[in-house]
């Protein structure tokens, strides 16, 4: 088997481990004589699928009584329409923070909804960075605060959040379960899978159960967070595939200690790659101010655009993929998700030492 280095932005790595078992027991769930996709989502093989995913996501995020984990469809996108459609009433105004091209995207959709206050924008900013929370005009009454925890492209992450009288809502899209957080400062949280969680498919809403009354009955019943809260995401038929991958990734993810034993692992990996082309003598050099560097999206750039596509063409012929940074911004990036193993790092940066040496 011949694996290749995964640097996808998402759909993105998965732990190796995760997708052998997902392989032996494809056609032969549990001695049941049949895939996990064949089931009936309410049956009992895939209900204790189910109930494991759920239960693992609670205490991987350390959640309380006050919490409900969902399952969705829609990925993210459909979360910065329906955080606004339940949570934005008529009259109010929502504050968004403009980090970035995901910032902008959940901003665009609030705008169709109702009121939005921008209280700070770094969209545009180079070096990519982030507002001071403190120093941010908030407004008196807000129906919530929104903010997006890691910018995937801009490679900035939030390495605090805002402390907020109006709830604090998260797209965590890219750094969810990265390191621990506490999720009592928020009132949701929500991550598209395919970057750091499982397959795509599957969106993980996490919310404090009281702001599901705040939606109006007139919403249609699927974008109302009540209908999948009270069916336990099985209103309709959930992704019954994408949810067992996803499972799979808890089970993983707290062999290996849970959100703290990951954050270590990550912490030492981002380390490495930023601390190589800090030392490149300025040949390769980071976009995101040093205090926000992400430890999930690295982005830098090289002298010349030539030489980056040449760069990333030497790094496919190495079997390094997803290199190309995003096309709005061009350069490079290397998304180091959870599942990206040390490995696949070290082989970058040996490869970034040869090719400057060739071409420095
Ligand atoms: C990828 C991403 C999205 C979009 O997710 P979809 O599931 O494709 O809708 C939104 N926000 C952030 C921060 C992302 O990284």
Redesign the pocket.
């Known amino acids: 088997m011949s694996r290749a280095y995964n640097f996808n ?2 759909p993105a790595a998965l732990p190796l481990e995760v997708l052998e078992i997902a392989q032996r027991e494809l056609t032969d769930f549990n001695g049941t004589g049949m895939s996990i996709m064949e089931h009936s989502h309410r049956g009992k093989a895939y209900d204790a699928v189910h109930a494991e995913a759920v239960a693992n996501m609670g205490k991987l995020l350390g959640i309380t009584d006050d919490y409900q984990v969902l399952f969705l469809q ?7 329409a329906q955080v606004p459609m339940n949570l934005l009433g008529q009259g109010q105004t929502a504050d968004y923070i403009n980090s970035g091209a ?1 910032a902008s ?2 901003i665009k959709e609030a705008k169709k909804v109702g009121t939005v206050n921008i209280l700070a924008d770094t969209s545009k900013d180079i070096p990519t960075t982030l507002p001071d929370f403190d120093a941010l005009p908030y407004t008196k009454g807000a129906a919530y605060v929104h903010v ?6 801009a490679g900035t992450q939030m390495k605090t959040f805002p402390k907020t009288e109006a709830p604090l809502i998260a ?4 750094d969810i379960l990265c390191k621990p957080i506490d999720v009592s400062q928020f009132g949701l949280i929500y ?5 750091n969680l499982g397959p ?1 498919g599957v ?1 993980l809403v996490v919310i404090r159960k009281d702001l599901a009354e705040r939606a109006p009955e007139t919403l249609p019943t699927m974008l109302q967070y009540r209908t999948q809260m009270g069916e336990n995401s099985l209103y309709n038929t959930p992704p019954t595939f994408g949810i067992y991958i996803l499972m799979l990734v808890t089970r993983w993810l707290l062999e290996k200690g849970g959100a703290a034993g990951i954050e270590k692992i990550n912490q030492a990996k981002a380390d490495k790659l930023y601390t190589a082309f800090d030392n490149s003598g300025g040949f390769y050099k980071g976009t995101a101010v040093k205090e926000f560097r992400s430890t999930m999206n690295v982005t830098w750039r090289l002298p010349s655009e030539e030489l980056e596509a040449q760069f990333i063409k030497d790094a496919i012929a190495l079997k390094m993929s997803g290199l190309k940074g995003h096309r709005s911004v061009g350069g490079i990036r290397a998304s180091i998700y959870n599942a990206c193993p040390a490995e696949a790092i070290d082989a970058l940066i040996a490869f970034m030492a040869d090719f400057q040496a060739k071409n420095g």
């Open positions: 932005a998402g829609g990925g993210a996108s459909l979360q910065f995901w995207k959940a997006t925890s890691n910018e995937t492209i797209d965590m899209s890219s991550a598209g899978a395919q970057k795509s969106t």
